[in-house]
């Protein structure tokens, strides 16, 4: 079973950091691009960093997070990392990671995966 689990989520003064883990596990052969986005209470999910996982790493991020958030990958464990500094109170909201068109061993295409989520919180 293919599957993505997050960690490192939690409680944070702001201008705190955190970092956020999402490894992708199950028999998976290739990934497109893995990503972060986060939903805050009554809002619409949104994207919050993005990054090919295949040759040269493309990133990209939402304006409100350029500067303060990091998003990296270590392909060799299928994880992605995203480095989160100068927390906000406004960053608050549960992080999802996504995989965009997981190819199984099987040859099953996997075209959008997410993780469970995880809670950030950033007090004032």
């Known amino acids: 079973q293919v599957q993505l689990v997050e960690s490192g989520g939690g409680l944070v003064q702001a201008g705190g950091s955190l970092r956020l883990s999402c490894a992708a596990s199950g028999s998976i052969a290739s990934i497109e691009a893995m990503g972060w986005y986060r939903q805050a209470p009554g809002k619409q999910r949104e994207l919050v960093a993005r990054?090919?996982?295949?040759?040269?790493?493309?990133?990209a991020y939402a304006g409100s997070v350029k500067g303060r958030f990091t998003i990296s990958r270590d392909n060799a464990k299928r994880t992605i990392h995203l480095q989160m500094n100068s927390l906000k109170p406004e960053d608050t909201a549960v992080y999802y990671c996504n995989a965009d068109h997981t190819v199984t061993v099987t040859g099953q295409t996997i075209w959008t995966l997410w993780g469970q989520g995880t809670q950030v919180t950033v007090s004032s």
């Open positions: 990054l090919t996982t295949s040759g040269s790493a493309t990133t």
